[in-house]
């Protein structure tokens, strides 16, 4: 096994994870197997799935396919660009609505853009537009007998001169995971295993999970291994949280090769 896949496999592994909310005490596993269930991931572009001219660049959506039995599809709806308030705006959540069953799974990841405060199309402020517009997500979610879930949004590859990893999200992660608690929705704190495991690198071989050239330092987006290891913390969170069983996953602790990883040519749902 070559030190970078190693990498890959161990990423999440032994890390000290900040205390989170625990699950809602009403929670109960993704049940039922009369059909195909369906997780929509509604996000911005750290989940969204890319295209050819966009490799390596690859959303954490487009990963976690390959822990997820076949039980469990995944629909991306999680697009370059978009905050919680421009999502619903161009009637994408809409979309999501349109098509969601009872039993399915509506996971939702804002903050990056929300945080655009000199864009009025996209910008939220955490304490009130955001949290309204996550209640927004829930409730609908809920009108249609889906089950919503929140997850805080991953961290960028920030550090100081002393190699800490830091936090950018401002206070929307806080924010969210209030609302998760006032309305009773189970959360995945990405942010806060995120992070953890951007420390646990330190600032030279993060740059081996981000889309990351000397020439553009992008601090954001994923390449195929920082895909992996961060759909790999979205699966074990929905493990911990019990809104998945442990027989609607797999490979959790396996190696997960690079080369699974695609981007399809197809221009269909870029805008």
Do not use: C
């Not at 197997?33 to 929509?40: D, E, H, I, Q």
């Not at 089950?147 to 991953?154: E, F, H, I, K, Q």
């Not at 998760?180 to 929705?185: C, F, I, L, S, T």
């Not at 330190?202 to 020439?215: I, M, Q």
């Amino acid at each position: 096994m070559t030190v970078a896949r190693r990498r890959i496999l161990t990423a999440g592994a032994g890390l000290a994870l900040a205390p989170v909310p625990a699950p809602a005490a009403h929670a109960t596993p993704f049940r039922g197997r009369s059909r195909m269930r369906t997780l929509f991931i509604a996000g911005d572009s750290t989940a969204a799935r890319k295209f050819a001219d966009a490799a390596p660049e690859t959303g954490w959506g487009m990963a976690l396919p390959f822990f997820l039995h076949e039980g469990v599809t995944v629909a991306n709806h999680a697009v370059n660009g978009r905050s919680t308030k421009s999502f619903v705006d161009e009637g994408r959540l809409d979309s999501i609505l349109e098509v969601i069953r009872p039993g399915d799974l509506l996971l939702v990841q804002f903050a990056h853009n929300d945080q655009k405060d000199t864009d009025p199309t996209r910008y939220t402020e955490p304490w009130s537009t955001y949290q309204d517009n996550l209640r927004r997500y829930v409730s609908e979610a809920r009108k249609r007998g889906a089950r919503p879930v929140l997850a805080t949004s991953v961290e960028r590859r920030r550090f100081d001169a002393y190699g800490t990893a830091l936090r950018t999200l401002g206070d929307y992660p806080a924010a969210m995971r209030e609302v998760a608690r006032d309305e009773g929705v189970d959360l995945l704190d990405i942010q806060e295993l995120s992070l953890a495991l951007w420390h646990k690198l330190g600032p030279e071989t993060t740059k081996t999970y981000f889309n990351w050239t000397p020439a553009e330092q992008d601090n954001t987006h994923f390449n195929p291994p920082g895909a992996i290891a961060v759909a790999r913390l979205v699966t074990a969170e929905l493990l911990r949280t019990r809104v998945l069983a442990p027989r609607d996953t797999r490979r959790i602790d396996e190696e997960i090769p690079t080369e699974w990883v695609t981007w399809p040519d197809s221009e269909e749902s870029r805008t």
